[in-house]
Nanobody
Framework: QVQLVESGGGLVQAGGSLRLSCAASGRTFSRYAMGWFRQAPGKEREFVAVRRWATGNTYYEDPVKGRFTISRDIAKNTVYLQMNSLKPEATAVYYC???????????????????WGQGTQVTVSS
């Protein structure tokens, strides 16, 4: 089992920055990737970013490239999502997810993940 605890959400003005954290515990030794998704009101959940755990390779959805950065702290068993130059369109509930059963997956789709956090709200005011 893998447990994910998200934090760092809140209210920020457009153009500001926010750093989300996702602390993982449990059977994380078998983890292949950690990713971030978001779901805005009335919309479906969408991919934001992913980091392949072993290689450190990262992939981002086009709208956030150059502004969002996914990183990790192995000692703390935590993955982060640094969000800069935030826009109102980024307002959503952000979820972190862990992939422990897809060694060759890129990690851009929901079905490629096995565990999910409960989400943290990010609100960007204009």
């Amino acid at each position: 089992q893998v447990q994910l605890v998200e934090s760092g959400g809140g209210l920020v003005q457009a153009g500001g920055s926010l750093r989300l954290s996702c602390a993982a515990s449990g059977r994380t030794f078998s983890r292949y990737a950690m990713g971030w998704f978001r779901q805005a009101p009335g919309k479906e959940r969408e991919f934001v970013a992913v980091r392949r755990w072993a290689t450190g390779n990262t992939y981002y959805e086009d709208p956030v490239k150059g502004r969002f950065t996914i990183s990790r702290d192995i000692a703390k068993n935590t993955v982060y999502l640094q969000m800069n130059s935030l826009k109102p369109e980024a307002t959503a509930v952000y979820y972190c997810a862990a992939d422990i059963s897809h060694p060759t997956a890129v990690g851009t789709m929901e079905h490629e993940y096995d565990y999910w956090g409960q989400g943290t709200q990010v609100t960007v005011s204009s």
